[in-house]
């Protein structure tokens, strides 16, 4: 299997900041990752697509970068409604896996 | 916009089998998509467990292969996981996704006698 590790597990931003989280692949998966944002409660819902398209009516925001072993999720400027967890997601190979997730929370 | 609807009982016995439903609205389950099912442990991050395409091929996830069987009704327009000899461990909200891009709300199932 794949093994896609997340940095940081946790990260504490205020308004206005801009964060990235790291998606890293144990093998190499071309541009086939995705990011997904999840709230309390909700259902995930994809926010990138192949490394660095952006789904249909997320805000610009939001971008993603990398191929390969290794990838990054951008927020240029974090607003309130953006504290969650996202994860990544590969789909190169079989089975799909995701990172562990990274929480962003309120600092 | 595609709409997702997981179904199904919210409580199995320790040993019995876990179905659920997936129905499918504004869409139509023979398009060309694959459709997935993924797991999340209370308070844990999220688990593929397998994809099932309009065709009926499918792929699971090797570490529950075996007790895994995913199908199509296309008559309804929904698609289905089962899944056999579950544990407390198996204890999850089960979302099913077109491609993992469209998801639905999620269901719980709880195992526990």
């Known amino acids: 299997d794949i093994q896609m590790t997340q940095s940081p597990s946790s990260l504490s931003a205020s308004v206005g900041d801009r964060v990235s989280i790291t998606c890293r692949a144990s093998h190499g998966i071309r541009n086939e990752l995705d990011w997904h944002q999840q709230k309390p409660g909700k259902a995930p819902k994809r926010l990138i697509y192949a490394a660095s398209s952006l789904q249909s009516g997320v805000p610009s925001r939001f971008s993603g970068s990398g191929f390969g072993t290794e990838f990054t999720l951008t927020i240029s400027s974090l607003q309130p409604e953006d504290f969650a967890t996202y994860y990544c997601l590969q789909h190169n190979s079989y089975p799909y896996t995701f990172g562990q997730g990274t929480k962003l929370e309120i600092k | ?113």
């Not at chain 2, 016995?13 to 609205?25: A, D, E, I, R, Y």
């Not at chain 2, 797991?39 to 895994?68: A, C």
């Open chain 2, 1 to 113: 916009q595609m709409q997702l609807q997981e179904s199904g009982p919210g409580l199995v016995k320790p040993s019995g089998t876990l179905s659920l439903t997936c129905v499918v609205f504004r869409g139509s389950i023979s398009s060309n998509s694959w459709w997935s099912w993924v797991r999340q442990p209370p308070g844990k991050g999220l688990e593929w467990i397998g994809e099932i395409f309009h065709s009926g091929s499918t792929n699971y996830n090797p570490s529950l292969k075996s007790r895994v069987i995913m199908s199509l009704d296309k008559s309804k327009n929904q698609f289905s996981l089962t899944l056999t000899s579950v544990t407390a461990a198996d204890t999850a909200v089960y979302y099913c996704a077109r491609g993992i891009g469209d998801w639905g709300q999620g269901t719980l199932v709880t195992v526990s006698s």
